[in-house]
Each structure stands twice: as C-alpha cells, then as structure tokens.
T-cell receptor, first 112, second 112 residues
Framework: GQQVMQIPQYQHVQEGEDFTTYCNSSTTLSNIQWYKQRPGGHPVFLIQLVKSGEVKKQKRLTFQFGEAKKNSSLHITATQTTDVGTYFCAGCGNFGNEKLTFGTGTRLTIIP | DGGITQSPKYLFRKEGQNVTLSCEQNLNHDAMYWYRQDPGQGLRLIYYSQIVNDFQKGDIAEGYSVSREKKESFPLTVTSAQKNPTAFYLC???????????FGPGTRLTVL
C-alpha cells in the first residue's frame, strides 16, 4: 500500500534559525497536503499542492511539490516560538485510491 | 458556527468494555474519517465513509466498528477485541477526497 515517510522525526532549533521537513511517498501522488498540530491540539490544514514542481508561500513558510509528485518539503524561515508543533504531510493517491495517507510527522521545538 | 465536535474530550474505561466515541459535523461534508494517533506517531486511518450508509475499512480497522446513519454523525465503537485501545482518536470531515480535512478536537481514551 501507499506509504509516506517524513524526516526528521524531531528537530530542535534556536529561535530565528530555519527549519525544513521532508516528505517522501512510495507512489505517485495526486496532491499533497500539509497540516500543523500544536501540542495537545488537533491537526489544522495549512496548504495543498497539486501540480508537479509547484511552490507555494505563506509568509515565512515555503512548500514545494517534487517534479515526480512523490516528494514534498516544508521550509520555515526564521522560526518563532509560535511555530512550535508537529508538522504532517499527507498524500492523496490517484483515482481509485483517494485515501489520504499521513506521514509520521516532524516535531519542531524552538529554543528561545 | 460550523465545525466538528467530538465528545467526550477524555474517556476512561475498564478493560473488556466497549466504548463509543461521538463525532458530529455541521459542515455539510459528505466524507468523514476516524484516525488513531499514538505518542510520537502519525495518524492512522481506522474507518472512513464517503456517503451516508456506506463506510470502508482503513489501515487499522480490527477491533473497531462504525455506523453512518446520518450525514452529520459518524460514531466509532472501540470494542473489547481491540488489543491496545489507549490512544488519541481524531475525527475529520471533508467535502471530497481531494479537499482539505477538518479535524475535531479529539478524544483521549484511556483503558485501565
């Protein structure tokens, strides 16, 4: 079945440093979604990427979808304490396999 | 105010007892999902339903059951057959498989 791997599992950064998490799928995806889960909370949708090679920005966050539509990344510039949480990618298969498969997540902690 | 509600937030049960977790949405979404989250892990799909009176097993359905009698409601029963039921359970809904998922606040189940 479809598997989505995410690295690293944990990342500790000084406030102001950059952060990147990577997502890799065993199969080609129709789209990829990113979610953020604050400690003790529930996942909240951040963005969806659909096109091969797509790049989207949300303020300090940059999301990329690979050319082969099998990998993706989330980059945060100049981290702030509000960025703390676990970031999940979730890949949706193609027609006939539309289940969303979540990656294992990257837990980001910020050292003030 | 549209959204997804899950109740209760915390639930304690004795081993061997069945327990039903509630999930209600007023977003008029067709699709609903149940996920299980264990510490340090991603979200694993238990069951999903794309339309009323129909549902499919996810990746870890053993020991769980669901019903979808109404569009707004998708209750999950954790049966005594589930060997390790202590976990954080999240319900989600979406307009369709290629759309963002909206999550409820979750129910933290502890089996003593």
């Amino acid at each position: 079945g479809q598997q989505v791997m995410q690295i690293p599992q944990y990342q500790h950064v000084q406030e102001g440093e950059d952060f990147t998490t990577y997502c890799n799928s065993s199969t080609t995806l129709s789209n990829i979604q990113w979610y953020k889960q604050r400690p003790g909370g529930h996942p909240v949708f951040l963005i969806q990427l659909v096109k091969s090679g797509e790049v989207k920005k949300q303020k300090r966050l940059t999301f990329q979808f690979g050319e082969a539509k099998k990998n993706s990344s989330l980059h945060i510039t100049a981290t702030q304490t509000t960025d703390v949480g676990t970031y999940f990618c979730a890949g949706c298969g193609n027609f006939g396999n539309e289940k969303l498969t979540f990656g294992t997540g990257t837990r980001l902690t910020i050292i003030p | 105010d549209g959204g997804i509600t899950q109740s209760p937030k915390y639930l304690f049960r004795k081993e061997g007892q069945n327990v039903t977790l509630s999930c209600e949405q007023n977003l008029n979404h067709d699709a609903m999902y149940w996920y299980r989250q264990d510490p340090g892990q991603g979200l694993r799909l238990i069951y999903y339903s794309q339309i009323v009176n129909d549902f499919q097993k996810g990746d870890i359905a053993e020991g769980y059951s669901v019903s979808r009698e109404k569009k707004e409601s998708f209750p999950l029963t954790v049966t005594s057959a589930q060997k390790n039921p202590t976990a954080f359970y999240l319900c989600a809904s979406t307009r369709g498989p290629y759309n963002e998922q909206f999550f409820g606040p979750g129910t933290r189940l502890t089996v003593l």
